[in-house]
């Protein structure tokens, strides 16, 4: 028998709190009325629901369903879900994964990041909750009560610094989670979003389904920021032939049979010079598999709307 006293943290003022990995095991939690407190979900969940709650600082693992403040303010957070909503909330802070466009409604002086994060068990919740640490749209943000003149929201620093938000827990028990917060080893990688390029040269890898697709792509990550190019987004989608036809166009005949083994991984990089560099970094690195990279310069930003674009109405974004 479930006792949802397990799964609420309600009334509490200077504390800190948290659940360890295994201890909320997908059950649905509740976090209100909670003033000055440090609170740390370490596992997965079905759904969230953050209500009353001032000055806190938040840690949420993966959420399978959605997770919905309303009527926070002065709230410092790291979250992942599927869909995330504010409603009536001041000034929140937000490390964000969300697999789908991220909703505020009457809310102000909200600012958004990009999730980086890292302890041991955190890529098998990210499964178990059914995420994709590939799809993050942290920072497309759907207004749904814009004020005209006003922005109600906003990106933050690209210098900001995790533990300045939401500092490691200090409580004896919370502390055996072996958490890093940096982005190299962040379970999600830190895209740029919505920020500004540094370049309009953009570049599109796209990964098919197979045992390393995963480890494959934070490679081709991991070599590309390593040399200064900037990883844009990421998204991992199913496609089918057609799709492949308009994304691939004239070599979409040499991608469609692997298509069928599951969904693509596809990455955009930016800089000066990264179709060149992508390309030769995967024939350097991946030369027994079959990677798609734009051609050239001229095509790549198509191939990215192409892709992009798609990804979206599949996304039902």
Same mark, same amino acid.
């Given at each position: 028998?479930?006792?949802?006293?397990?799964?609420t943290?309600a009334?509490?003022?200077?504390?800190t709190?948290?659940?360890l990995?295994g201890?909320?095991?997908?059950q649905?939690?509740?976090?209100?009325?909670?003033?000055?407190?440090?609170?740390?979900?370490?596992?997965?969940?079905a759904?969230?629901?953050?209500?009353?709650?001032?000055?806190?600082?938040?840690?949420l693992g993966?959420?399978?369903?959605?997770v919905?403040?309303?009527?926070?303010?002065?709230?410092?957070?790291?979250?992942?879900?599927?869909?995330f909503?504010?409603?009536?909330?001041?000034?929140?802070?937000?490390?964000l994964?969300?697999?789908?466009?991220?909703?505020?409604?009457?809310s102000?002086?909200?600012?958004?990041?990009?999730?980086?994060?890292?302890?041991?068990?955190?890529?098998?919740q990210?499964?178990?909750?059914?995420?994709?640490i590939?799809?993050?749209?942290?920072?497309?943000?759907?207004d749904?009560?814009?004020?005209?003149?006003?922005?109600?929201?906003?990106?933050?620093?690209?210098?900001?610094?995790?533990?300045?938000?939401? @500092? #490691?827990?200090?409580?004896?028990?919370?502390? +055996?989670?072996?958490? /890093?917060? $940096?982005? =190299?080893?962040?379970?999600?990688?830190?895209?740029?979003?919505q920020r500004?390029?540094?370049s309009?040269?953009?570049?599109l890898?796209?990964?098919?389904a197979?045992?390393?697709?995963?480890?494959?792509?934070?490679?081709?990550?991991?070599?590309m920021?390593?040399?200064?190019?900037?990883?844009?987004?990421t998204k991992?989608?199913?496609?089918?032939a057609?799709?492949?036809?308009?994304?691939?166009?004239?070599?979409?005949?040499?991608?469609? @049979? #692997?298509?069928?083994?599951?969904?693509?991984? +596809?990455?955009?990089f /930016?800089? $000066?010079? =990264?179709?060149?560099?992508?390309?030769?970094?995967?024939?350097?690195v991946?030369?027994?598999?079959k990677v798609?990279?734009?051609?050239?310069?001229?095509?790549a930003?198509?191939?990215?709307?192409?892709?992009?674009?798609?990804?979206?109405?599949q996304?039902g974004?």
């Amino acid at each position: 028998q479930i006792d949802p006293k397990d799964y609420t943290f309600a009334g509490l003022k200077d504390e800190t709190v948290g659940r360890l990995p295994g201890k909320v095991a997908g059950q649905q939690f509740v976090i209100q009325d909670c003033e000055n407190c440090k609170i740390y979900i370490f596992d997965h969940s079905a759904t969230i629901t953050i209500d009353d709650c001032v000055n806190c600082q938040i840690f949420l693992g993966p959420v399978k369903g959605s997770v919905f403040f309303r009527d926070c303010k002065d709230c410092k957070c790291m979250v992942a879900c599927q869909q995330f909503r504010t409603r009536d909330c001041r000034k929140l802070e937000v490390f964000l994964c969300c697999a789908t466009q991220p909703i505020i409604e009457s809310s102000t002086g909200m600012k958004f990041g990009c999730f980086q994060y890292y302890y041991p068990e955190l890529a098998l919740q990210f499964k178990d909750a059914g995420l994709s640490i590939f799809n993050n749209t942290w920072s497309n943000i759907h207004d749904f009560t814009p004020v005209s003149g006003e922005n109600n929201w906003g990106l933050l620093p690209e210098t900001a610094v995790v533990q300045d938000y939401v @500092p #490691l827990p200090s409580s004896e028990e919370l502390k +055996a989670v072996r958490i /890093s917060t $940096d982005a =190299a080893k962040s379970i999600i990688p830190v895209t740029r979003g919505q920020r500004q390029k540094n370049s309009d040269e953009s570049c599109l890898a796209v990964f098919f389904a197979g045992d390393y697709t995963t480890a494959n792509a934070r490679k081709l990550i991991d070599e590309m920021t390593s040399k200064g190019f900037q990883l844009v987004q990421t998204k991992e989608v199913v496609m089918k032939a057609e799709d492949a036809h308009r994304v691939f166009q004239q070599s979409a005949s040499e991608f469609i @049979p #692997l298509l069928e083994k599951g969904p693509v991984v +596809a990455l955009e990089f /930016s800089g $000066d010079g =990264a179709v060149e560099q992508c390309r030769s970094t995967v024939n350097e690195v991946f030369s027994g598999t079959k990677v798609f990279v734009s051609e050239s310069k001229a095509s790549a930003s198509q191939d990215v709307d192409n892709f992009y674009n798609f990804a979206d109405m599949q996304m039902g974004m």
